[in-house]
C-alpha cells in the first residue's frame, strides 16, 4: 500500500497537538514522537515509523490519527510474494487492526474524516485477493464507506467489485447502477458499466453505456474513440458473429470514429483505429478493387498517425 505525501503528513502533524485526553506533557512527547514517525515514515523507514507511532500512542492515546499511519507502516512492509510466512502475515494482521482503529475513531470526525476515509479505503484493499483475499469482511467496509458518502460513485464501484469477483452479478451491476443513479453526470460512471457488461459478453449494454457516456461528454473526442475501440475488439474477437453482424460492427465503429477526428483531427489514436477498422472491412469485402482501396487508405492513416506520434516524440524532446 502506497505511502502519503509530505503534505498530508504535515496536516497530521499539526492534528498530533489538537488531541485531548491526556496531560499536556503526554501531548508534548506524543506530537514529538509522532513528528518523528512521520520523517521515519516519508523516507520508507517503516520500522522505525512503527516503533514512533507506537510510542506517540503510549504518549496520547486519544492521537487517533497515528492508527492510521501505524496501520500503513504495517501495511508497507507486507510482501505478498511472501504469504503464508507467520511473520509476514502479522504485519497485515497489525495493519488491518489500526485500520480497523483509525476508521472507528476518525469516520464520525470533522477535522479528521478524510483520515477515516483512508482508512477505510486501505482496509479494503487490506482485504483484497493479493492480501487477505476476504471478500465477506470487505463487503461491510464498503458498505460502511457508501453510508459515510452515498454521493461517492468510487464506493459502489469497489462494492460491485467484491459482488463481480464473488460471481454474484446481479448485485455487481445493481450497484453500478447505485453509482450511476449517484453521479449521472459523471463518465466513469458508464466506464465502469461498460467494462462490467463486456466481461459479461452483454456487448449491446456495453455499448449502451459507452453511448450514454459520449451523450454527456459531446465534445470530448475520447468518447467517440472508446465507441469505436470496442466496436473493433468486438468484430475482431467474436467469432460467433455472422459477416453482416461484422459489417455493421465495422460501420458503426467508422461513425464512431469520424466523430472523434471531427472533434479533433490530429487525433493519433482515431486516425489509428481508422486504419485498423478498415483493414477489417477490407477482409469483408468481395471486390478486390475495393478490398485494395481500403488497405491503401488504411495504410495511409497509418502512415500519418506514425508521422503525427515522431512530430509530436520531436517537439517534446527539443522542450
Request: some cysteine; charged content about 25%.
Amino acid at each position: 500500500m502506497r505511502a502519503l505525501s509530505g503534505v498530508t503528513l504535515t496536516m497530521a502533524a499539526m492534528l498530533a497537538l489538537s488531541s485531548v485526553g491526556c496531560s499536556r506533557v503526554g501531548q508534548l512527547r506524543a506530537a514529538r514522537s509522532f513528528k518523528e514517525a512521520n520523517k521515519a515514515y516519508q523516507a520508507q523507514d517503516y520500522r522505525q515509523a512503527v516503533q514512533l507511532y507506537e510510542q506517540a500512542l503510549t504518549d496520547n492515546p486519544d492521537l487517533a490519527v497515528a492508527h492510521f499511519f501505524l496501520g500503513n507502516s504495517y501495511d508497507n512492509q507486507y510482501k505478498p510474494s511472501r504469504k503464508g510466512d507467520p511473520a509476514n502475515d502479522r504485519l497485515l494482521t497489525k495493519a488491518v487492526e489500526h485500520y480497523q482503529t483509525a476508521a472507528e475513531k476518525l469516520s464520525g470526525s470533522n477535522e479528521n474524516k478524510a483520515y477515516g476515509k483512508l482508512s477505510l479505503q486501505y482496509l479494503v484493499a487490506a482485504y483484497g485477493p493479493d492480501k487477505l483475499n476476504d471478500p465477506a469482511k470487505a463487503e461491510p467496509v464498503v458498505q460502511r464507506m457508501i453510508q459515510i458518502e452515498p454521493a461517492e460513485p468510487e464506493n459502489y464501484f469497489a462494492l460491485a467489485k467484491i459482488y463481480e469477483d464473488a460471481a454474484v452479478y446481479d448485485e455487481a451491476e445493481q450497484m453500478l447502477q447505485y453509482a450511476k443513479q449517484a453521479k449521472p453526470k459523471d463518465p466513469a460512471v458508464y466506464l465502469q458499466l461498460a467494462g462490467f457488461y463486456n466481461r459479461q459478453g452483454r456487448f449491446d449494454k456495453t455499448i449502451e453505456s459507452l453511448e450514454q457516456r459520449a451523450a454527456i461528454e459531446p465534445t470530448n473526442p475520447e468518447a467517440f474513440q472508446t465507441i469505436a475501440g470496442y466496436y473493433w475488439d468486438e468484430t475482431r474477437g467474436d467469432s460467433s458473429l455472422t459477416e453482416n453482424q461484422k459489417r455493421d460492427y465495422v460501420q458503426k465503429g467508422l461513425e464512431s470514429v469520424e466523430k472523434a477526428l471531427s472533434l479533433k483531427t490530429d487525433y493519433v489514436e482515431a486516425i489509428t483505429f481508422k486504419g485498423l477498422l478498415l483493414r477489417l472491412q477490407a477482409n469483408l469485402e468481395k471486390d478486390p478493387g475495393k478490398q485494395q482501396a481500403l488497405l491503401k487508405e488504411a495504410t495511409a492513416l497509418s502512415d500519418k498517425a506514425n508521422g503525427l506520434r515522431k512530430a509530436k516524440a520531436t517537439g517534446a524532446s527539443s522542450d
